[in-house]
């Protein structure tokens, strides 16, 4: 994925907020935090999952579909790959 490597920094910085987030939701479990709390933290992450996501898609789709050079079968390829990706992080 090429892509990751033009934004690998961006990309690696939003992993180690969420690596961040998942440490402090632990700690909050393990001291018994509060659940409204706990919910915050849980929304959060999965906020930041969801951005993580959309931004390396975003990538993904502009890499391959936005190039005119691509033939048509490859550029099918390629979209039922996104496809199989987005069901599985869909359910």
Known sequence: ???TSTS???????VRRI???ATALERA????TECTAVLQQIAAIRGAINGLMAEVLEGQVREHFGSTGE???H???DLEQI???MRSYLR
């Open 1 to 3: 994925m090429a892509h």
């Open 8 to 14: 690998k920094k961006q990309l690696l910085s939003r």
């Open 19 to 21: 690596k961040g987030q």
């Open 29 to 32: 479990l393990d001291e018994e």
């Open 71 to 73: 033939d048509m079968q």
């Open 75 to 77: 550029r099918q390829d």
């Open 83 to 85: 496809i199989r990706i």
